[in-house]
């Protein structure tokens, strides 16, 4: 076989694997996320993978009020595991868990996933604001798993808006004198009554709405 013929020959089995590669990363779990949602944070840890990860603020700057975090929590192990907090190292934020049923901890089933934010999902509500974090800053998020442990990850600062509007805070707090307008989603109970978001003993099974993630 001449050179030619040869580099011939290569370069099409190069592309042969190229479009493998393509192809298999499409098949995947997160190959309908990729179409409406801009890349975002993600990390793999055993049987734990954490995608889509946000930290998503207020919608307008200069305005004091709860951020959230939201994510995708993939479980591929056999065993169903409890997510017992979400912490964000380096901040005075407190982050406020609660399941999408409303009772008991935010539980992601075996071989299944748990959308966090977003209507009719689990929320993970930053109840005194994030100060400390500017939006289109990363932030470190570490989700805290009953059998993986600690997960962590950089997550991107972001406001309520455009993409991420339905993921967001749920109430607004209006300048003084204005009244306050809620949201385009109620994504967790941010208005935080005593006692709500405490764990319970029920799962809350797997979340029902994946739109965006």
Known sequence: MSRSLRRGALAATAIVFSIAALSACGAGNNAQTLEVRPDNAAVTVDDVKIQNALVI????IGVKGPAVVSATVFNNGNLPQVIESITLPGTLGTVKLKAAEGAGPITVPALGSVVIGGEGNASAVVENGLAEARNGNAQKVVF??????????????????????????????????????ASASPSGDAEHGAGEGEHGTEPSGEASHTAGH
């Open 57 to 60: 603020t207020q919608p307008e």
């Open 144 to 181: 805290k798993l009953s059998k993986t442990g600690e997960v962590s990850l950089s997550a991107f600062v972001v406001p309520a808006t455009s993409y991420f509007k339905d993921f967001g805070p749920s109430v607004v707090p209006a300048p003084p004198g204005a009244t306050p307008s």
